[in-house]
């Protein structure tokens, strides 16, 4: 599979949030817990982990939503989309929905997480599926594995 060139664009469903995209994800990924379910009235939340240097709001004022905690969720203030999330302690990437993206249809997720939570009628077509969270010695190689296969 082979992404579009950068940058992508994208926005909220009503278009007063845009972001940019100047930086390839380094992960995609479905999560099935509860949180994502209610936070996207869906069977998972969608997502993208992009490079935080890669990642731009170009148009309008995001605001937080969902959890008020460490973990940021950002969403469109007017028609309250979620956006994007900044996770605790992980400055280095932005987890961006997938969905909020021009060209969504081309990052289908590589990983899913919370399988244990998933609804069980909810399937994905990921390569690699986590009861909870991938181990931590385990993102290098799915990294590695989604480069490769997406370039």
């Given amino acids: 599979m082979s992404l579009q060139p950068l940058p992508w664009s994208g926005a909220c469903r009503c278009g007063q949030v845009r972001l940019t995209i100047s930086a390839p994800p380094l992960l995609t990924m479905a999560c099935h817990c509860t949180g994502c379910q209610k936070m996207t009235s869906s069977a998972f939340s969608l997502s993208a982990a992009i490079p935080a240097d890669g990642f731009a709001v170009t ?18 203030p007017h028609c309250m989309s979620w956006m994007f999330t900044r996770p605790e302690g992980m400055d280095w990437f932005v987890n961006v929905r997938t969905a909020m993206l021009d ?3 081309e990052l289908p997720p590589f990983v899913e997480t919370w399988t244990r939570e998933k609804l069980p009628w909810a399937t994905t077509p990921a390569a690699h599926s986590y009861e909870a969270l991938p181990p931590d010695d385990a993102y290098e190689g799915l990294i590695k594995a989604y480069t490769a296969q997406s370039r």
């Fill in 59 to 76: 148009g309008g004022e995001p605001v937080i939503g969902g959890l008020h905690g460490a973990s940021r969720h950002c969403f469109c």
């Fill in 103 to 105: 060209n969504a249809a």
